[in-house]
């Protein structure tokens, strides 16, 4: 086994650090302020790996609070009323797995009316975390907004934080400013609003009751995607109390859709709907679906298509009262939208000479299990395809350890040859061997030491060993030297045959191995 510990460039960041470093942001902001300032400055933003650890030992969980700081902080911004968020006709989506899909899916869609000249005209997309840069979470028209964009909106928040300090005291303690992803979202409501966008799509971040995006009191329409077992130590660990956080989202007077779920989370939607008088539509899949060529061609994704069809005909109701939609088939913008969609990092395959990279952020049991049975389905369909080899990581949660039993027999129940991954590499999420990290990737909420002792990935390891016996382990201390191992592996093979490699486990691992593989920002 290879636990050979190459240099590894991190910034520990102590907490006791944290007021020196915004004195110093704040001084350099004055004169430059560019989007790496505000990178730097959301950076800080970040709750330190102590402070969340303190948290967890003393039982302390996110609740109704944090929806109303929100309110505040959009009242010190310039949005004193939920009302001001209306124009942005928000379509909120919920889920463990797919709300990212479905929102694309929105996305595309819309995107075909828009080109048409509209409606919507301009459309706004939140979705998270990040693959490659911390801008592609807030998209226009499809696209990140750019670095400059980023950073104007940034710091007009960060200031008008500042000089209305303390309105809303009632709301939200004076001086302070929302943690990284609720900044975002905060900045992202701003940059909406003031670019003019007609239709926003947000997928929430965490669960939904308290999540930060549930500020909306008036979506257009309420999306709950495939709901299972994830951030248990904030929502709860059985399927029922998750779906509870889920449903938070569902507004009286604003439609809402959701999709087959397991019994025990479907109770819980239906028995909330009732509770707030909504109007819970349980989908099918689409039959309209039938034709369109929805890829991966799998179950779970034309679920997460179904959900976002319905999404998208409702705000096209909205916004032109003369969209009605055919029960019979899809306009062709919507087969477009649907078959079109970019959503990087999600079941996507590269190829090179010797190596068939299949690239998937998967980061849940049930969501690996869906991306073993999706790589074993593309290396089915090949002839020329030799031996597979899994790069995997997830960071941060002990419970990741749990995820392997089920990608480990998932490949092996699913491959003709039953023989599973060959080769095994773990690695941290540090992007390179020389560098360290991206700035975008810098995460002060995991132990460093961690990191630099790859505690973790040797935890993977022994797990792996006792999984499968045949394969080949290693433990990589950065991503780049983890595709190194893979394409060292593809040359010494000699059979001609293309390796199959799968990545997945995280994305900030994804993401960064798309930005190596592509020698470029992937966005
Ligand atoms: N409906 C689904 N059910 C199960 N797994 C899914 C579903 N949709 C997508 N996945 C899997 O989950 C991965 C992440 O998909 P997506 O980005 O849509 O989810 P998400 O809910 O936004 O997740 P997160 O924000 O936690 O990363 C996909 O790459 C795919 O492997
Ligand atoms: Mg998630
Ligand atoms: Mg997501």
């Known amino acids: 086994m290879n636990h050979v510990l190459r240099r590894v460039v991190i910034s520990p960041r102590p907490f006791a650090n944290l007021n020196f470093t915004s004195l110093l942001i704040n ?17 800080s933003l ?88 911390v801008r592609e979470r807030i ?34 303690e004076p001086g302070t400013k929302p943690i990284y992803s609720r900044y975002l979202t905060l900045m992202s409501y701003h940059v909406f609003l003031s670019e003019g966008v ?33 951030h248990v130590y904030v929502l709860g660990g059985t399927v029922d109390k998750i779906a509870w956080h889920k449903a938070g989202i569902m507004k009286t007077g604003s439609p809402a859709f959701t999709i087959e779920q397991v019994p025990a989370a479907a109770d819980v939607l239906k028995e909330r709907a009732v509770e707030k008088g909504v109007n819970l539509k349980v989908l099918d ?7 369109v060529n929805v890829r991966p061609d799998a179950l779970f994704q034309k679920k997460n298509a179904t959900l976002g069809v319905a999404l998208a005909e409702t705000v096209l109701q909205k916004l032109d009262p003369s969209f009605t939609p055919n029960p019979e088939s899809l306009p062709q913008e919507f087969i477009e939208g649907l078959e079109q969609v970019v959503w990087r990092g999600r079941c996507e395959v590269k190829e090179e000479d010797k190596i068939i990279w299949h690239v998937d952020g998967a980061h849940t049991v ?7 049975r999706w790589f074993i389905h593309e290396c089915a369909e090949r002839s020329n395809a030799g031996p597979q080899v899994l790069i995997f990581n997830q960071q941060g949660r002990s ?50 030491a961690d990191i630099e002792k790859m505690t973790q990935q040797k935890i993977f390891a022994e797990k792996w060993a006792v999984l499968d016996r045949s394969a080949t382990i290693s433990v990589m201390p950065s991503i780049e030297e983890a595709i190194n191992t893979a394409r060292s592996i593809a040359d010494a093979d000699g059979s001609g045959r ?24 992937a966005l």
């Open 198 to 230: 007609d239709a926003a799509i947000y997928e929430t971040g965490i669960g939904g009751e308290y999540d930060a995006t549930n500020v909306v009191e008036r979506p257009v329409a309420s999306g709950i995607s495939t709901l299972g077992i994830d």
């Open 399 to 448: 419970e990741a350890v749990d995820f392997l039993d089920g990608l480990c027999n998932t490949v092996k129940q699913a491959d003709p040859t039953g023989e599973g991954f060959k080769h095994v590499i773990f690695c941290t999420n540090v992007t390179y061997a020389a560098t360290g990290y991206k700035r975008d990737f810098v995460n002060h909420q995991y132990n460093p």
């Open 139 to 172: 998209r226009i028209d499809s696209s990140p907004i750019s670095e400059e964009t980023f950073a104007k909106y940034f710091f007009q928040v960060w200031d008008r934080l500042e000089a209305n300090a303390n309105i809303a005291a009632d709301q939200v």
């Open 366 to 372: 049930d969501s690996l299990k869906m991306a073993a």
């Open 46 to 133: 970040q709750t330190p790996f102590a402070v969340i650890e303190a948290r967890r030992k003393a039982g302390i969980r996110p609740d109704g609070d944090s929806v109303r700081e929100m309110r505040g902080y959009l009242a010190r911004i310039g949005y004193p009323s939920p009302r001001d968020l209306d124009p942005l006709n928000i379509i909120h989506v919920a889920g463990t797995k797919g709300k990212g899909s479905t929102c694309a899916f929105v996305d595309s869609i819309l995107s075909r009316y828009r080109r048409k000249g509209g409606p919507p005209t301009k459309v706004g997309l939140l979705t998270s975390p990040h693959l490659i840069a």
């Open 27 to 43: 001084r350099k902001m004055a004169s430059t302020r560019s989007y790496n300032d505000a990178i730097d400055a959301l950076n």
């Open 498 to 521: 293309k390796l199959q490699a799968l990545i997945t486990g995280s994305l900030h691992l994804v993401g960064g191995a798309l930005g190596i593989l592509e020698k470029a920002d």
């Open 285 to 291: 899949v689409d039959p309209r679906l039938k034709d």
